[in-house]
């Protein structure tokens, strides 16, 4: 079982609609999650934290964690062409060097 | 100007060869690490660094070695380039809180 999980995609959703990402993590140790957008050939861009149970939104961005189930996801509202990306889930326990990606979700938003 | 950086942008070279990789950060953090990126496996940790007396392997040290020269600098060698090393190279540096900054990225190719 991989540490953090994503499925690969590719996520199809027309311009205007909810991006919905999953991402579900093993260590039940882990206290720090993160959501990273990363355009083909360049970096990745941290989009958002989430520390505790429940929603933060940022924006048109909404992250979610659920520490119980172990997932935590990402939702995009009135998504744009310009949202088209991977997102990279990373998951952090608390003291550790342990900063885990996974392998990312590639999300394609159709004009 | 860009908070991390790193040098140079791009470089091809030959299997058996002595490489450096370099990364710059404006952002004072004391945390810096090291990835690579390969298609299908996401990121994966090599080395980081906490403070500048403190480095620690990731999960792929394997020929490869790293020197903290001052907060601002950490470089990446690979002591005898190999073609399976042929990767996207990122440098980052993260606060407290564990957000991580990526640099621009250093694609190598081993020939």
């Known amino acids: 079982q991989k540490e953090v999980e994503q499925n690969s995609g590719p996520l199809s959703v027309p311009e205007g609609a909810i991006a919905s990402l999953n991402c579900t993590y093993s260590d039940r140790g882990s206290q720090s999650f993160f959501w990273y957008r990363q355009y083909s050939g360049k970096s990745p861009e941290l989009i958002m934290s989430i520390y505790s149970n429940g929603d933060k939104e940022d924006g048109r961005f909404t992250a979610q964690l659920n520490k119980a189930s172990q997932y935590v996801s990402l939702l995009i509202r009135d998504s744009q062409p310009s949202d088209s990306a991977t997102y990279l889930c990373?998951?952090?326990?608390?003291?550790?060097?342990?900063?885990?990606f996974g392998t990312g979700t590639r999300l394609k938003v159709l004009a | 100007d860009a908070d991390v950086t790193q040098t140079p942008r791009n470089r091809i070279t030959k299997t058996g060869k002595r490489i450096m990789l370099e990364c710059s950060q404006t952002?004072?953090?004391?945390?810096m690490y090291w990835y690579r990126q390969d298609p299908g496996l996401g990121l994966r940790l090599i080395y980081y660094s906490f403070d500048v007396k403190d480095i620690n392997k990731g999960e792929i040290s394997d020929g490869y070695s790293v020197s903290r020269q001052a907060q601002a600098k950490f470089s990446l060698s690979l002591e005898s380039a190999i073609p399976n090393q042929t990767a996207l190279y990122f440098c980052?540096?993260?606060?407290?809180?564990?957000?991580?900054?990526f640099g621009p990225g250093t694609r190598l190719t081993v020939t």
């Open positions: 980052a540096t993260s606060d407290l809180h564990d957000e991580q900054y």
């Open positions: 990373a998951v952090s326990a608390s003291g550790t060097y342990k900063y885990i």
């Open positions: 952002k004072g953090h004391d945390r």
